[in-house]
């Protein structure tokens, strides 16, 4: 959208315009300098990945690359998912003394400041590298069925302030090497199938030829911007957009890999996480002064 907006062109047009290559819809803003992007995903209808998020942008004329990035991530609470076929009870909310409702929401927020050289794609921050951490060491742990949540579901703290510090203590650890590798490899018998069963499944787009697949990412594969020439697109065959499938495989490598997932730490991609519940800011750890 910057791009149009600002007359820049960095992209491949197809992926500004589509297989038509149709500019017609463009409208020139005069004097734009900043412009501002807010996207909001909602969990209940997200068959990938329940956490409700909002992704807020924030770009310049003279900066479009590396824009500055605020993530705010919703730990599901008592919700279901009503675009899908097994109509998933999503709750990864604590019991805190005693009760899973003493408090309704659990929001982590993560800022990535202006041209940041970060180490993920530079443009498509992943939240997953923060919330999966928070989702199987600090919010709901364990579980029977990751599908559909038990009232004894979940990580039982005495008080709001141990949770608070067993969140300071994982954002500390998650800083970078070696403790962000210990992390990871906490976090690996979570990442299976039964809890990340979406992340196998096919997405098909109307074509009009066939292609092979092409997995999600690999920790050996960087996530590259695409261009015309990319044999990654040569592989789905754009701009018929075929078939693509998420490989649950290099899933689990990329996001417990040191290259790009959870093992290199937080540090390079983020310079602040914050806690924040029953919207009160409760906890900021920060990485580095922006």
Request: with cysteine; charged share 25%; proline share 4%.
């Given at each position: 959208v910057s791009e149009r907006v600002f007359r820049i062109s960095v992209t491949p047009l197809i992926y500004l315009?589509?297989?038509?290559?149709?500019?017609?819809?463009?409208?020139?803003?005069?004097?734009?300098?900043?412009?501002?992007?807010?996207?909001?995903?909602?969990?209940?209808?997200?068959?990938?990945?329940?956490p409700g998020r909002t992704i807020t942008y924030s770009v310049t004329s003279d900066k479009v690359f590396y824009p500055e990035i605020h993530l705010d991530v919703e730990i599901p609470a008592n919700i279901i998912q009503t675009t899908s076929?097994?109509?998933?009870?999503?709750?990864?909310?604590?019991?805190?003394?005693?009760?899973?409702?003493?408090?309704?929401s659990y929001i982590i927020r993560a800022h990535i400041p202006p041209q940041l050289k970060r180490t993920q794609n530079i443009d498509f921050p992943d939240?997953?590298?923060?919330?999966?951490p928070c989702r199987h060491l600090l919010f709901q742990g364990p579980v029977v069925d990751p599908k559909y949540f038990r009232d004894e579901d979940g990580i039982r703290y005495e008080t709001l302030d141990e949770c608070i510090e067993h969140f300071q203590s994982l954002m500390h650890q998650l800083r970078s090497p070696p403790s962000s590798e210990e992390i990871s490899r906490q976090i690996a018998p979570f990442i299976t199938m039964e809890y990340y069963y979406p992340y196998e499944t096919d997405i098909t787009a109307p074509t009009d030829n066939e292609s092979e697949t092409v997995p999600l990412i690999s920790e050996t594969t960087p996530s590259?911007?695409?261009?015309?020439?990319?044999?990654?697109?040569?592989?789905?065959?754009l701009p018929h957009f075929c078939v693509k499938t998420f490989d649950f495989v290099k899933f689990r490598e990329y996001i417990t890999g040191s290259l790009y997932g959870?093992?290199?730490?937080?540090?390079?991609?983020?310079?602040?996480?914050?806690?924040?519940?029953?919207?009160?800011?409760?906890?900021?750890?920060?990485?580095?002064?922006?």
């Open positions: 315009y589509g297989p038509e290559l149709d500019t017609t819809s463009d409208v020139e803003i005069l004097n734009c300098h900043k412009l501002v992007i807010s996207t909001r995903i909602e969990g209940a209808t997200d068959n990938l990945n329940p076929i097994c109509k998933e009870h999503f709750d990864m909310r604590p019991i805190i003394g005693g009760s899973r409702n003493q408090y309704q939240f997953c590298l923060f919330f999966i590259t911007p695409l261009t015309s020439d990319n044999e990654s697109i040569k592989q789905v065959g959870i093992g290199k730490g937080l540090a390079k991609d983020f310079d602040y996480v914050e806690l924040c519940v029953d919207d009160i800011v409760c906890s900021r750890f920060v990485y580095f002064s922006s």
